[in-house]
């Protein structure tokens, strides 16, 4: 399950030592990445570029409320930094809205910029949208051939839902993965993502996931 996880560390507060403790829990349980703020790429990366442990970052984070513009120099430097993957949060009242158009452009240039050697995941916000709104920006993401689709921040009103992620699955199409996100906390829930074909999990209680740790304190996404 170990390379499922995308070891989270977000937090406003999050201090330099607080990053090089993520990392080195990363690399002690060969994480698929570790995902922390754009300011925080660059030590992250010099930490981890001798491993297979890879960074990501998020971009418009967390309100995804960004100009594209903002959200494409956003994507570049952090790539220039060292990100190997790039968690982007859409124009939420965009889609809101249903102007799928603005969605279709904002989602093709973040593509565009993250070229072919960097994974770009799209979060979605689950918490804020109909059925109708996510059968519709999952079938645009995956008409688009986006690396991931991601339910959550982890900062919004709620997380990740099996429900949810079902509703993506049956839309994204064939070359589309998903990313859960947002509540996921422990082995057994973890596990029922998993199986129901998540490749990714994003959680800042990796460690608790992988050891079965029960005893571990719950830390916020």
């Known amino acids: ?30 994480f698929a990445s570790v995902c922390v703020n754009p300011a925080n ?24 409320a960004n100009t594209i513009e903002t959200k494409v120099f956003e994507t570049k430097n952090a790539i220039e930094n060292g990100a190997k993957e790039i968690d982007m949060v859409i124009n939420i009242a965009a889609l809101k809205e249903m102007d799928l158009d603005y969605l279709e452009k904002e989602l093709s240039e973040i593509k565009s ?4 050697n960097v994974l770009l995941k799209v979060i979605i916000e689950t918490c804020y949208l109909n059925e109708e709104e996510k059968v519709s920006i ?18 919004g009103i709620g997380g990740a839902t099996l429900e949810d992620v079902k ?24 596990k029922a993502y998993i199986d129901l074909g998540c490749k990714r999990i994003g ?5 608790k996931i992988v050891t079965k740790d029960q005893s571990m304190e719950l830390n916020s996404y």
């Not at 999952?138 to 900062?155: E, H, M, Q, Y």
């Not at 509703?167 to 973890?190: H, L, P, Q, R, W």
């Open 41 to 64: 790429v660059k030590i992250s990366h010099e930490l981890l570029k001798d491993s297979n442990v890879k960074v990501c970052t998020v971009i418009g984070f967390p309100l995804g």
């Open 113 to 116: 910029a993250c070229g072919e």
């Open 1 to 30: 399950m170990n390379k499922y996880i995308d070891h989270t560390l977000l937090k406003a507060v999050a201090s330099k030592s607080d990053i090089e403790k993520l990392c080195k829990e990363a690399l002690k349980y060969d």
């Open 138 to 155: 999952s079938k645009l993401v995956g008409k688009l051939n986006i690396d991931f689709i991601k339910t959550s921040t982890g900062f």
């Open 167 to 190: 509703i993506m699955k049956d839309n994204i199409g064939e070359n589309t993965k998903i990313k859960a996100s947002g509540g996921v906390s422990d082995f057994e829930t973890a």
């Open 203 to 207: 959680t800042s209680n990796g460690i």
